[in-house]
């Protein structure tokens, strides 16, 4: 396997080069959701969500076509695919495509396990800078290649 200090921009989706910070993050994942209860290591992955939210703040964002292409902006500068942002009565649902959910040499699954709860962090810490109140929620799972996150009752 040729190794690289970063990935190199992805020609096609669901193509992933591993660079050494991805290799190093698929470690990071592995170990946690291996030596840890999967709640403690969702919850692990969750919390580094909100710290990568906490980059791009989005306070005074008021229209769902801005946010959403904050957001896209942001996920673009990682390579890390887009939205489709849908505002309903009960919820709002995003649908996260192209995301580099599949790395060669993560053959347990890890990191599509991680990129779930680091979405799943995100996304609520930005719902909340946004004014969401306590009684919302953010979940999240993967519907084929895209992650579909859910903020709402």
Not at 105 to 126: I, K
Not at 139 to 153: F, N, S, V, Y
Request: with cysteine; charged share 20%.
């Amino acid at each position: 396997m040729k190794m690289q200090a970063f990935p190199q921009p992805r020609q096609n989706p669901g193509e992933v080069g591993v660079g050494g910070l991805a290799l190093m993050a698929i470690s990071v994942a592995a170990e946690v959701s291996e030596g840890v209860p999967a709640e403690q290591a969702h919850g692990f992955f969750v919390a580094i969500g909100r710290r990568m939210a906490d980059l791009e703040p989005l306070e005074g964002v008021n229209d769902a076509s801005v946010l959403c292409a904050r957001i896209n902006a942001f996920w673009l500068a990682l390579d890390w695919g887009e939205i489709e942002l849908a505002v309903g009565k009960e919820a709002i649902i995003v649908r996260h495509r192209d995301l580099p959910n599949k790395i060669v040499p993560d053959h347990q699954g890890n990191w599509a396990a991680m990129l779930l709860g680091v979405l799943e962090g995100a996304y609520d810490s930005w719902f909340r800078v946004l004014g969401s109140g306590p009684a919302l929620r953010t979940t999240a799972e993967w519907k084929g290649d895209t992650l579909e996150l859910r903020h709402g009752r």
